[in-house]
């Protein structure tokens, strides 16, 4: 009897001591961009805070946005809106946390510095095909591209350079799983051209490209004199999170959250919230520009 006793009463502790650690814990997963944005350094310092680990896997945006809405995850990362067309995605709750934007890289040892908007619809179009139409040398342009069209950069790359989700890339010479060896490749191909975020290729050993101009720097984006920018979200299974969670997001959005995201190099939403219809008014000129013709 006495034995008993002590399994029910040891069961119960192990249940207490498990539901005690399940609180201690979140599970991150998604866009590899938004780690490296910022969720990695907010995750250590809210660990520091609080006591709650984050854990953090990638994936990629599809990932992130699915498995929070299926309930697997606590908290996604996605640097694409979630389609509603699709049912995995449909029931997404998307808290938008910073900006970052799509970054032109190549080698380090390209000359090519700076491309137009045109020449960068030309390039993934097929339209130019060799480094020395950029201005670069006698040699063929190895277009890097993501694999499919629900990347959080493809799908960003197709809403903002040809205002077509479904535009096909015909000149792409790699394809890439994910955006780490998409900037892998170009790291190691004097030849290469792709697109990848900001908050990932910064840490890479490539060269960034200015577009129309101006580079992606923190106060271009901030200020929107650099046009290819978009929203990281963090994401939950519809709007009704659990308290942890809900803790997490309102420290990611409080003046501690924004100062750390700051220090990461990554532009808070709401230090730049008039960005929202700059990118509104840069999709319809996207529209009307058409694509590039040679």
Not at 14 to 37: D, E, P, Y
Not at 71 to 83: E, F, H, L, W
Not at 158 to 178: D, G, M
Not at 198 to 224: C, H, M, Q, W, Y
Request: charged share 25%; hydrophobic share 40%.
């Amino acid at each position: 009897m006495q034995l008993k006793k002590w399994l029910v009463g040891s069961g119960l502790l192990l249940v207490a001591s498990l539901n005690m650690a399940a609180t201690n814990q979140l599970n991150w997963a998604g866009c590899g961009i938004t780690k490296k944005a910022f969720m990695a350094e907010l995750a250590r310092a809210y660990e520091k805070k609080t006591g709650v680990k984050v854990n953090i896997s990638g994936g990629g945006a599809t990932k992130g946005i699915r498995n929070a809405t299926r309930g697997s995850i606590d908290i996604g990362g996605a640097c694409r809106v979630a389609m509603d067309k699709h049912p995995e995605e449909r029931n997404a709750y998307q808290i938008p946390v910073a900006w970052d934007a799509l970054a032109v890289i190549v080698n380090k040892k390209n000359p090519v510095n700076s491309i137009s908007f045109e020449q960068l619809q030309g390039v993934y179009l097929g339209k130019i095909t060799n480094w020395k139409e950029l201005g670069g040398h006698n040699a063929k342009i190895e277009l890097y591209v993501r694999r499919g069209k629900f990347s959080g950069v493809g799908r960003t790359l197709r809403e903002l350079v040809f205002a077509n989700y479904n535009q096909t890339f015909p000149a792409a010479t790699h394809v890439t799983k994910s955006s780490g060896p998409l900037e892998k490749g170009i790291v190691k191909n004097v030849n290469g051209f792709g697109t990848t975020g900001i908050s990932s290729a910064k840490r890479r050993d490539v060269k960034i490209l200015k577009l129309e101009g101006k580079a992606p720097t923190f106060e271009n984006i901030k200020k929107g004199h650099y046009v290819l920018y978009r929203p990281l979200y963090l994401v939950t299974k519809g709007r009704s999170s659990s308290p942890e969670v809900k803790k997490f997001i309102k420290f990611a959005l409080s003046r501690e959250g924004m100062k750390i995201i700051r220090k990461a190099g990554t532009v808070p939403y709401a230090d730049a919230i008039g960005l929202v219809m700059k990118q509104v008014e840069q999709a319809e000129r996207a529209s009307k520009r058409g694509l590039y013709r040679k």
